[in-house]
């Protein structure tokens, strides 16, 4: 099954019967991920749809609120010194020297 197929299948389930132009609803979410949070993407395109819907947008218009809010990503400030989440690397205590054989565990 591809994404089309998925899109198709889903369409049906919800009872939606719409255009959708599948890669600009992914580029607004990897927008997102990549500028605001991982956990943005899903709620940015759930809005962008909620508003198309709301709107009754025609394929146009729905290219106008996506590349708005894409812009709206691509500006979220983030203070300057903090590091991309993606990037931090968060150190591993090292606890090679400590004795786990009596450490209890929970199933």
Do not use: C, F
């Not at 994404?3 to 369409?11: A, F, K, Q």
């Not at 599948?22 to 500028?35: I, P, W, Y």
């Not at 894409?70 to 300057?80: I, K, S, T, V």
């Amino acid at each position: 099954m591809n994404l089309h197929d998925w899109i198709d299948e889903l369409s049906d389930v919800l009872d939606v019967e719409t255009e959708l132009d599948e890669g600009l609803v992914l580029d607004l979410a990897r927008t997102a991920a990549q500028n605001v949070q991982k956990t943005a993407a899903p709620i940015t395109t759930y809005l962008l749809g909620y508003a198309a819907g709301a709107g009754a947008a025609d394929p146009e218009t729905v290219e106008r609120l996506a590349a708005r809010a894409q812009q709206l990503a691509e500006g979220w400030d983030r203070p300057a010194d903090a590091p991309d989440p993606d990037d931090v690397d968060d150190e591993v205590p090292d606890d090679s020297t400590v004795d786990h054989s009596t450490d209890l565990y929970e199933d």
